[in-house]
């Protein structure tokens, strides 16, 4: 199960890329070349919507594709997160790491808890009763897990077996941009998965909104942290001019590459 790879380790390597990428270059050095662009369309903008949130966290840019200008430096730096934070290495394990969000991702994790919870009585415990229920039960050993555990299965009983599936569906999104720039996938590779994503996304939600919570809930089970940093982030993306949230959740995604 690729489920905890350590919350904070990650947001410390998260830090290490911001000041990697943002710092402030020396006097007289020169403005790095691009290696490619990726012209931004409307259907490229909702490619980036669906990951904006972050993009924002790590100080990235939501209006390029992949968060982050394709230059040799930003390469490296996005390899080396890949490698230290998912062991990606190169086009097969990437695609590996793609398959694996793709058919089973943190939403198995999800099912296999809470049809676990289910099928040994959850359901009939009283809302107030469920953490005692839990400790007792899986001797967990303390409250906090029986409260996460608790959580879980109120997502899932008003959500149901789908409840953090928009985060797999977005982290499948991010990972193609990260694939690009890292130059793992080709830019028509990972713009046709892209497109190839999204057009099975769309279907699933009414709009951004409800898949946006759908990812955050995700964000929930995954860091079993409060999402309200990322969800406040979020409703401040949305009230940008340049907001990638302004692109309708229901267009008709085409290929423009």
């Not at 350590?6 to 890329?17: E, N, Q, T």
């Not at 190839?196 to 951004?208: M, N, T, V």
Request: one cysteine or more; proline letters at 1%.
């Amino acid at each position: 199960m690729k489920k905890n790879y350590g919350f904070k380790r990650f947001i410390a390597f998260s830090m290490i890329l911001v000041l990697g990428i943002t710092g402030t270059a020396g006097c007289g050095s020169k403005k790095e070349e691009v290696l490619e662009e990726v012209e931004m369309t409307d259907t490229i903008r909702w490619f980036n919507a669906s990951y904006a949130i972050l993009t924002e966290t790590n100080n990235w840019d939501y209006n390029l594709f992949g968060g982050l200008a394709n230059t040799e430096k930003n390469r490296k730096i996005v390899r080396k997160f890949l490698d230290e934070r998912w062991g990606i290495t190169d086009w097969d394990s990437a695609d590996e790491t793609l398959e694996w969000i793709r058919d089973k991702g943190h939403r198995s994790d999800f099912a296999r808890i809470v049809t676990t919870l289910e099928r040994d009585g959850m359901s009939d415990i009283p809302e107030d009763e469920r953490e005692a229920f839990l400790i007792e039960r899986y001797d967990f050993g303390g409250d906090e897990r029986a409260h996460l555990f608790a959580e879980w299965y109120k997502m899932y009983e008003e959500y149901g077996i789908d409840a953090i599936t928009g985060w797999d569906c977005c982290r499948a999104m991010n990972f193609l941009g990260y694939y690009y720039i890292a130059g793992y996938y080709g830019k028509e590779e990972a713009l046709d998965l892209s497109l190839e994503f999204a057009e099975k996304i769309q279907p699933l939600y009414d709009s951004w909104d409800e898949l946006m919570d759908s990812y955050l809930r995700g964000y929930e089970f995954w860091s079993e942290e409060s999402s309200s940093s990322r969800r406040a982030l979020y409703e401040k993306i949305k009230t940008r001019d340049d907001s990638p949230y302004e692109v309708d959740f229901h267009m008709e995604l085409e290929k423009t590459w």
